[in-house]
């Protein structure tokens, strides 16, 4: 399940949907990302995400595809916000179920990856009535890499 | 007679920002690729040259297309900065 979308989500309700999906998934592993609160500028206020609608899922899409075809998985839920976000609110879900734990915390590690790297989203800090625009981070990129 | 052949072109991020422009309609008058798309934007002011730089990337019909990729008409095109999701 893929959903991109400006409301919030409840943790819990995700959980027990990766659950109740089957008997046979031994193991869950989920990821929650956070707005924080720390930028170089000062106090951060807001995140604002945009996206391009359509190929935003159609890369998720893949991604999760990517995943199963490298794992053995059950379920895959993701969710991303966009639109204003408050310092501590959440951003984005990854949940995974499968038979054992290494697949799980595996594929959840390589779906966050690969989001930072390929997902088109991009972000705006807003700061002191300012906004600016967050850069995209060698770090990530070469995060990514350790999946090739 | 027939209507103009045309490319829907997308910005997105801090390109949208800079060029002050969400979506353009251009028109498709040969097989063209996305290098000679950009080529042809960046002549309508100095602020579109902002499309040359290194990072800026295209996608064509929703998927990350290189600068020799062939552009249609009906086509979706989107040029953006590197993504920061997540």
């Not at chain 1, 190929?55 to 075809?69: D, F, P």
Request: proline share 2%; net charge negative.
């Amino acid at each position: 399940m893929i959903k991109v979308q400006t409301q919030d989500f409840e943790l819990a309700d995700e959980y027990q949907q990766l659950k109740q999906d089957s008997q046979a998934n031994g193991a869950i592993v989920t990821f929650t990302g956070l707005v924080r609160d720390f930028n170089q500028q000062g106090q951060l206020q807001a995140l604002e995400l945009e996206h391009y609608p359509g190929m935003t899922e159609k890369v998720l899409e893949q991604i999760c595809q990517q995943a199963h075809s490298r794992w053995q998985l059950g379920q895959i839920r993701l969710i991303h916000r966009v639109g204003e976000l408050a310092v501590n609110e959440q951003i984005v879900f990854v949940g995974v179920s499968s038979e054992h734990r290494q697949s799980a915390f595996e594929a959840a590690q390589f779906i966050m990856d690969r989001l930072k790297t390929d997902a088109p989203f991009w972000k705006q800090e807003v700061s002191g009535g300012q906004k600016s625009w967050v850069e995209a981070k060698v770090s990530d990129a070469e995060l990514a890499k350790r999946w090739q | 007679m027939t209507g103009h052949a045309k490319v829907n072109i997308l910005f997105f991020g801090q390109l949208k920002q800079v060029l002050n422009c969400a979506r353009l309609e251009w028109p498709v008058t040969q097989a063209m690729t996305i290098a000679e798309l950009k080529q042809q934007l960046m002549q309508q002011s100095d602020s579109w040259q902002v499309l040359a730089e290194e990072q800026v990337l295209s996608a064509l019909n929703q998927t990350l297309c290189a600068a020799d990729a062939r552009v249609n008409a009906g086509d979706e095109v989107a040029f953006f900065p590197p993504v920061t999701g997540g």
